[in-house]
């Protein structure tokens, strides 16, 4: 069946330095994926997505990488914050693009 | 904009009774409507799409009779966990899907807080 997972259930970082959270899928026929970040007690927070026609997007210090060879999600943090504390779940759009498919979240703590 | 709304942020009931969580779309229409939980430590699980005037899809799993979903306008879902017990304790999510919105695209509404005693 369709899944997700991540490679890392915690990533700890120092301030200042470049994270890297990466996520591998196994529904090839996935077209669409997004990154959400998490915190403590709230829901999910849209960071940033791309699709399969895509292998790297950009945003505001942070890029998503797509491998779609080896189906694998990356998204890199730049200059990572204290704020940038988190969970982090890569999600995927399914057959028919209806129902999103979570993965089982990175928890990235960022130490000061 | 996109802005999801829930409400109660968070509720304490007796084990048997009935609560009812609202989800609402603030500043767009949502055709479709998804209620997730999430417990401890764990990723989201959909529960079920809920299409507004018609019947929710419910994930494999999922009681309907359990979990009655409503999703009778285009700003508004509920969800209603009757006769709670313990085990339905979980943190529920709701996100929603806007009439116009890019292809996938889910706004998250903050979460309920549910605990049964």
């Known amino acids: 069946g369709e899944s997700v997972g991540l490679h890392l259930p915690t990533l700890s970082v120092q301030e200042g330095d470049n994270s890297i959270i990466n996520c591998a899928y196994s529904?090839?026929?996935?077209?669409?994926f997004i990154w959400y970040k998490q915190e403590s007690g709230k829901g999910p927070q849209f960071i940033i997505d791309?699709?399969?026609?895509?292998d790297k997007r950009q945003g505001q210090r942070v890029t998503v990488l797509l491998n779609k060879t080896v189906k694998h999600l990356s998204l890199q943090i730049a200059a990572t914050q204290p704020g940038d504390s988190a969970v982090y779940f890569c999600a995927e759009i399914g057959t028919g693009f209806q129902k999103l498919v979570f993965g089982t979240g990175t928890r990235l703590l960022v130490s000061p | 904009g996109a802005v999801v709304s829930q409400h109660p942020s968070w509720v304490i009931c007796k084990s048997g009774t009935s609560v009812k969580i609202e989800c609402r779309s603030l500043d767009f229409q949502a055709t479709t409507m998804f209620w997730y939980r999430q417990f401890p430590k764990q990723s989201l699980m959909l529960m079920a799409t809920?299409?507004?005037?018609?019947?929710?899809?419910?994930e494999q799993g999922v009681e309907k009779d359990k979990f009655l979903i409503n999703h009778a306008s285009l700003t508004l879902s509920t969800l209603t966990v009757t006769s709670a017990h313990p085990e339905d304790s979980s943190f529920y999510i709701c996100?929603?899907?806007?009439?116009?919105?890019?292809?996938?695209?889910?706004?998250f509404g903050p979460g309920t807080r549910l605990t049964v005693l």
């Open positions: 809920s299409n507004e005037g018609s019947k929710a899809t419910y």
């Open positions: 996100s929603a899907r806007s009439v116009r919105g890019v292809l996938g695209t889910q706004y």
């Open positions: 529904n090839s026929a996935s077209d669409y």
């Open positions: 791309i699709r399969s026609n895509m």
